[in-house]
């Protein structure tokens, strides 16, 4: 496992922008993929971008070319940049990490979550 501790979220108007940041520690393995997912109330966590060891990216189609997602891999911190905010982009954040353990198995952990809310 890993601990995340997300920052960044906020109240901000549409239009406006918003960087989130994640970092990662005490992990018992090396970190694979790490990602951004949120959840709105009332509504399934989802998958909104994630990010491969390697730097490979996906986005939800709801965010592609808004959101841009980056990761500093020495400082196993992870960041999502979000542009053109919408009011349907209203949720909590969470950043998840999934960890390659020495028995080559994967375990994902995920943060405790930051609000960010986008007023019309």
């Known amino acids: 496992q890993v601990q995340l501790v997300e920052s960044g979220g906020g109240l901000v108007q549409a239009g406006g922008s918003l960087r989130l940041s994640c970092a990662a520690s005490?992990?018992?393995?090396?970190?694979?993929?790490m990602g951004w997912h949120r959840q709105a109330p009332g509504k399934q966590r989802q998958l909104v971008a994630v990010?491969?060891?390697?730097?490979?990216?996906n986005y939800a189609d709801s965010v592609k070319g808004r959101f841009t997602i980056s990761r500093d891999t020495a400082k196993n911190m992870v960041y999502l940049q979000m542009n053109s905010l919408k009011p349907e982009d209203t949720a909590v954040y969470y950043c998840r990490a999934i960890v390659r353990l020495s028995d080559g198995t994967r375990d994902g952990s995920w943060g405790q979550g930051t609000q960010v809310t986008v007023s019309s």
């Open positions: 005490g992990s018992s393995g090396s970190i694979d993929d």
């Open positions: 990010i491969t060891s390697g730097g490979t990216t």
